[in-house]
């Protein structure tokens, strides 16, 4: 079953504050998630951007709509009830509650319509949140980013592509300074390693490497894998990156997976590209949008 949508749990999210008594946010998201049969796996689902579980953030939305239509109140901090209006609405047992049902309370239509609340306007049914749309477009504009980084990388020599793994390396935190980093990376002389470069600033373990720029549509198999792992059996190595802007296939992910004397980590062209943009490199920021929230510990009362 996939994550329900904000907009598919507000009869749940009420059903369980009908009993008229206060419950904590944590308790409202267990039974919504125990109601809509959302397992553990999906619950720790996250957002695209890392900030928060996925299906909880969902949760917290429709608790703003069903505040903003004034069927729940907040209680304290983080604890909550269902309102008079709320408990009238659960006693008429509504077979459904949706944004259009939601439309009826005026504070509620100024939330959504904040132009004109008067006029009410039947809502097109939509199963994201702004968060959600937020995230789905942030998502999509990443995604395009990838595929352009890409189109560069294939316009440019395959020198200036190891120098490119290089810098990449060295962003995360590999191989000490772009000068030692260099002079490290450059062909070794041993048939399927291209290059040698350190773990750590102090060079106490040694990853050699394979960096192939190949056509994108290329998959790369579970032979090419082999040649590489025995290449890194000769050199007594027991780390190895296989570093490309093609793709692998299920095959050759499973023969590395299963090497245990030897370490084989495999990046294809989708996760090079995320990568410079996880470590800015060849990428910039373009615009920034502070997103903010309600700092709860700040309206607390104070303790006494």
Do not use: C
């Not at 041993?190 to 102090?202: A, F, N, S, Y």
């Not at 590395?256 to 030897?262: I, L, P």
């Amino acid at each position: 079953m996939s994550i329900p949508k904000h907009n598919e749990m507000y009869l749940p999210f009420l059903e369980f504050l009908s009993d008229g008594e206060p419950h904590p946010m944590a308790e409202i998201i267990r039974y919504v998630a125990e109601k809509m049969a959302v397992s553990e796996e999906e619950r720790s689902v996250m957002l695209p951007s890392g900030v928060a579980a996925k299906f909880a953030n969902r949760v917290a939305w429709t608790r703003t709509y069903l505040g903003k239509a004034g069927l729940i109140e907040t209680v304290k901090r983080g604890v909550l009830a269902i309102s008079a209006e709320g408990k009238r609405v659960m006693d008429s047992n509504p077979p459904k509650i949706d944004e259009e049902f939601l439309m009826q309370y005026e504070e509620f239509r100024e939330f959504k319509n904040p132009a004109n609340s008067e006029v009410i306007v039947p809502p097109i049914e939509t199963d994201s949140t702004p968060q959600d749309e937020l995230e789905d477009a942030f998502q999509k504009i990443n995604s395009a980013l990838v595929s352009d980084i890409l189109s560069e990388i294939m316009s440019q020599t395959p020198a200036f592509f190891e120098k490119l793994v290089v810098q990449l390396l060295i962003k995360m935190g590999y191989g000490g300074s772009m000068s030692d980093a260099g002079l490290v990376l450059g062909k070794t002389g041993d048939e399927g390693i291209d290059g040698v470069i350190r773990e750590d600033k102090l060079g106490f373990d040694l990853i050699f490497i394979q960096a192939k720029r190949w056509d994108l549509g290329n998959t790369i198999g579970r032979p090419e894998i082999q040649k590489f792992v025995g290449a890194l059996a000769g050199a007594g190595a027991s780390k190895g990156l296989f570093i490309t802007t093609a793709n692998f296939s299920s095959e050759a992910y499973s023969y590395a997976e299963k090497q245990h004397t030897t370490k084989v980590v495999l990046v294809n062209g989708k996760t090079l590209a995320n990568l410079m943009i996880e470590n800015s490199l060849g990428v910039s920021t373009q615009i920034t949008y502070d997103l903010k929230r309600i700092d709860s510990d700040y309206f607390a009362p104070d303790s006494e």
